[in-house]
């Protein structure tokens, strides 16, 4: 049996039989990948308290023959305030489902890692969530390698005419001509498209200096939730709570 020992953010737990929990975990070196804490549901022990959603833990691991083991969980950081304030927890909820989502099992990904790390530190202390999490959608997209097409038509690659349009189907930016094949258009403004262009070049940290009027707020959520989505191939799940938290 192996034993290995490897830093993990906690995605998300199921519980599994009677006592057991499996973890979804996310570690720098080697991805996502799940582990069962077994007895979980039956102690409350430290180890247990240590291995909550959202937390940043050290952690001591035997492979096993469908599903390695965790042993040993010691906190390297809690993000408590993730999970006691109501929308900074629906914020990490929405985030951890996003990357869950994107990132395959097993398959390292050091930059999302790095950048959900250094994110739920900034969301811990932030005062603007909802501009974050405009923020993290956009930069996640760009880590990923999925960005909307948002200077010229996706569909045909002619330079949009003033009125705009985008559609997640499309992949970006349609023109009048090509919009008649797509029935998930969303208007769009220049304005809405710099702000963007900003969202995704700021530094996380101050994202919360950027003056977006709380009309575009809800247009720039909707317009990136439907390309994740699209891009996901299913609906998010948590997105009906933030639509209700953000209106
Ligand atoms: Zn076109």
Known sequence: MGLYQTKVI????????????????????????????????R?????????????????LFFTGKNLDSLSQAELVHSF????????????????????????????????VFRFLLAAFIVLENATEPEIINLAFQVRLLKYLGYQPELNCCACCGESPASKQLFSAEAGGLVCMNCSSQFRDLLPVSSELLSWFEQLGETDLRQVHLLKIQMGNRPKLFALLSSFIENRLERPLKSRVFLDNLIR
């Not at 996502?32 to 979980?40: I, L, M, N, P, R």
């Not at 102690?43 to 952690?59: A, D, I, K, M």
């Open 10 to 41: 906690v995605l998300r737990s199921r519980n599994l039989g009677e006592a057991d929990r499996v973890l979804v975990l996310f570690s720098e070196e080697i991805g996502k990948f799940e582990a069962v804490v077994k007895g979980a549901r």
């Open 80 to 111: 408590s305030p993730l999970r006691e304030d109501l929308n900074k927890f629906a914020y990490a909820t929405f985030w951890v489902e996003l990357v869950d989502g994107f990132v395959p099992e097993r398959q390292e990904a050091v930059e």
């Open 43 to 59: 102690q409350r022990s430290r180890f247990v308290g240590n291995t909550l959603p959202f937390n940043y833990l050290e952690g």
